[in-house]
């Protein structure tokens, strides 16, 4: 049997480069590039955390309620809501419930109570009079029965005297009665006129000129006296944001000072801080614990700087946003 043996060659050149691949290099810059952005996020958040607070607030306009005031039933409405109105302008007529009367002037009603009173007053002192004057005739008799008697005759001048002062005030009493009664035919004279036909009718005219904000009621629908009818906003009614954060940030707020607003759309504008108030929650949820609040709301309401920004927010109208000041 003839064995062979295998040979071992060695190589000595160089083997050279290996192919460069463009895809790992990428993937390892992508890699190092998040985890550089996480850090970077969290760290931005932390310093976001120290140097400002948030809070959310809602754009809001001064707004105008009209209502009516004795109520009736609604037989025009001739603005909608978002129209535009002049001022002047008729929004809406109510047939008003009831008769069509008018008050009554106070001052004739103060004369017929007056020539009331003089009258029952009139009838008192004639009753008295006349039994003064059947007292002075017994008086009379007895003075006859009981000539010379001194007791007697100053008897008989008392009761003559209460006579004639009774007299004089029933005489003083009817010609002011006359005199009242003069007076108040003069007054009845002057304050006739002729029934107003629009007094079956209330008119609801639009205060200025704006828009409308809200409608409350429909025609043919029946409204109570004071009941909200139109919701208005005028042209020039200043814009301002009502906004709510924790009661912990109180300390960094002032009268004055600036606060960020920052719109859905990441329009950033500048308020400056008006009032501030407690305030109950801003939502109806409330975070309790054995039935005390855990944390209260304060209450800022901002304005703009300038009216360019205040024509700006007029158009973010009720657009609910986010707040934020500096802590530090």
């Not at 390892?28 to 996020?41: D, E, N, P, T």
């Not at 039933?73 to 419930?97: F, N, S, Y």
């Not at 006349?130 to 005739?137: E, H, I, P, V, Y």
Request: aromatic fraction near 8%; proline fraction near 5%.
């Amino acid at each position: 049997m003839k064995l062979r043996t295998r040979k071992s060659y060695f190589n000595n050149l160089p083997e050279g480069k290996p192919p460069t691949r463009i895809l790992p290099r990428i993937t390892q810059f992508i890699y190092f590039l998040a985890l550089f952005s996480i850090v970077a996020g969290v760290l931005y958040l932390m310093a976001m955390r120290i140097v400002f607070f948030t809070g959310r607030g809602q754009v809001e306009h001064q707004k105008t309620v009209l209502s009516s005031v004795k109520g009736g039933e609604i037989v025009q409405l001739a603005k909608t809501e978002g129209d535009l109105v002049v001022q002047g302008e008729v929004l809406a007529q109510i047939a008003r419930p009831g008769k069509c009367e008018d008050s009554p002037d106070l001052r004739i009603e103060k004369l017929i109570y007056d020539i009331k009173r003089m009258r029952a007053k009139l009838a008192i002192l004639q009753e008295q009079l006349k039994s003064t004057g059947q007292r002075a005739d017994t008086e009379i008799l007895y003075r006859a029965l009981e000539i010379g008697s001194a007791s007697s005759r100053r008897k008989m001048e008392k009761q003559t005297a209460k006579e004639e002062k009774l007299r004089e005030k029933v005489q003083l009493l009817k010609a002011e009665i006359t005199v009242r009664q003069e007076e108040l035919v003069t007054l009845q004279q002057l304050l006739s006129k002729p029934p107003d036909p629009s007094c079956r009718y209330e008119t609801i005219i639009a205060p200025f000129d704006g828009m409308v904000y809200l409608v409350k009621a429909k025609e043919h629908e029946y409204i109570r006296s004071g009941m909200p009818l139109f919701v208005l906003i005028a042209d020039k009614a200043p814009v301002y944001i009502d906004a709510y954060t924790k009661e912990k940030y109180l300390q960094y707020i002032t009268p004055g000072s600036q606060m960020t607003i920052i719109f859905p759309d990441r329009y950033q504008s500048i308020g400056r801080v008006d009032e501030i108030s407690s305030s109950a929650q801003a939502v109806a949820k409330r975070q309790r614990k054995d039935y005390i609040p855990i944390s209260t709301m304060i209450r800022i309401k901002l304005v703009p700087l300038d009216p360019e920004e205040e024509k700006i927010w007029q158009k973010y109208d009720r657009i609910v946003l986010k707040v934020r000041g500096r802590k530090l």
